[in-house]
């Protein structure tokens, strides 16, 4: 075991393959670690479109009133490795729970408008428009275009933002994310569980719900253009009872059939597989169609990636790519460059790996050697055929 190791030009270049056939059902699951990656900061500084967990908590304190702070942070050094997520989930249980008492001077009412003032603080960070000119989003969407595709490629994420939706207009590329109508777009599930569409259409489905959601006045939740409402699942604990209603039912339930259709691949950017209600999920579709596959491109080291080993570990269809290493075929190994595969290979390994790390776990990496993909693949390379190509990888 310790003399194991994985190459990584061996399984990119199988990767580059399964990116360019046009006959793959191919899947991306985005999470919030994509945004992160665009830098619009000024003079060497970086500052990210929509910052990560940590970063937002800093910007919703700021948003707070001052008895707020002073709560929220009590709540906070209550319990051992507290966050965002962990702290807004106690609030809203607190507002649940309380009933005619209080705790730390607030009342059930004073809670419940604390969980607003940081729902909508969340809401405020993540509307940001997509930068003008290249940037990952557009970059993905071109690969997704430049290929003629004999299934749709369907998007699923976890983000509340417009960023992909930016994307794909700029380019032109139409795509179904459950909705119809322009004024008050009505969700139809049915929809969501046929596939009628052309396969240049994207499907786009948005797991814990948008920007520009709301309830109307029967209950029903409807897409309306340039609303300030926002129909969401925010991170808490109540999260898994939310996508148990509509429309994130139908929408969970389309990942589920998804995965369990034959010859599937997911890759993954900027998710840290930490949603349970996800992660469970994907686990028992994988393990129940070994035909499907998923790739998790990791940003941080094997041992920061706890949540995606463990998944990799209990599911040979899993692979797990992260800076120093991989989990591929159930077996956790660090990265060990071997043989190139193609006599002109070392150029395009300086687009996944350099200085002895793997790259692609940044979701702005990922997007270029994708976009790049079909133009850099080696003419003088014999592409594998797809057993071949699922015994090198999966």
């Not at 500084?45 to 908590?57: D, R």
């Not at 005619?100 to 940081?118: H, P, Q, R, V, Y």
């Not at 557009?138 to 994307?167: C, M, P, Q």
């Amino acid at each position: 075991m310790e003399n194991t190791s994985h190459n990584p030009d061996q399984h990119m270049f199988g990767f580059r393959q399964l990116a360019t056939n046009g006959r793959k059902k191919i899947g991306l699951l985005i999470g919030a670690g994509a945004p992160v990656s665009i830098d619009i900061g000024e003079k060497g500084s970086w500052k990210p479109l929509i910052p990560n967990i940590a970063g937002l908590e800093k910007i919703v304190l700021t948003e707070l009133s001052e008895s707020q702070c002073v709560v929220y942070n009590q709540i906070k050094s209550s319990f051992h490795d507290s966050n965002l997520e962990k702290v807004l989930s106690r609030v809203r249980m607190l507002a649940e729970v309380i009933g005619e008492g209080k705790l730390f001077e607030f009342s059930e009412k004073d809670f419940s408008t604390l969980s607003e003032a940081i729902c909508n603080s969340i809401r405020e960070v993540v509307a940001q428009d997509l930068p003008e000119g290249a940037n990952p989003y557009s970059e993905l969407v071109s690969w997704i275009n430049g290929i003629n595709r004999k299934y749709a490629v369907e998007v699923f994420t976890t983000n509340y933002d417009l960023l992909i939706e930016h994307a794909l207009e700029r380019a032109k590329t139409p795509y179904f994310d459950g909705f119809s109508g322009s004024k008050s777009a009505f969700f139809d599930p049915s929809s969501i569980s046929k596939n009628d569409l052309p396969p240049r259409w994207v499907r786009l489905w948005k797991l814990h719900g948008s920007i520009g959601w709301e309830s109307n006045t029967n209950g029903e939740v409807v897409r309306v253009p340039n609303s300030r409402n926002a129909n969401m699942v925010y991170p808490s604990h109540i999260k898994y009872d939310q996508t148990q209603a509509a429309p994130f039912s139908s929408l969970f339930e389309r990942l589920k059939n998804f995965i369990l259709e034959p010859d599937t691949l997911i890759l993954s950017a900027g998710f840290s597989f930490a949603d349970a209600h996800i992660s469970s999920r994907l686990l028992e579709c994988l393990l129940a169609n070994p035909t499907s596959a998923l790739f998790a491109f990791q940003f941080n080291n094997l041992a920061d990636e706890t949540a995606a080993k463990q998944l990799a570990l209990k599911c040979p269809g899993i692979s797990v790519f992260c800076s120093d290493g991989a989990v591929i075929n159930g077996v956790e190994a660090k990265w060990k460059i071997g043989t190139p595969p193609t006599k002109n290979w070392h150029e395009i390994r300086a687009e996944y790996y350099k200085d002895n790390k793997f790259l692609l776990g940044d979701f702005r990496r990922l997007a270029r050697f994708l976009a790049t993909a079909g133009s850099d693949i080696s003419q003088d390379a014999v592409p594998p055929t797809p057993v071949e190509v699922a015994e090198d990888i999966i």
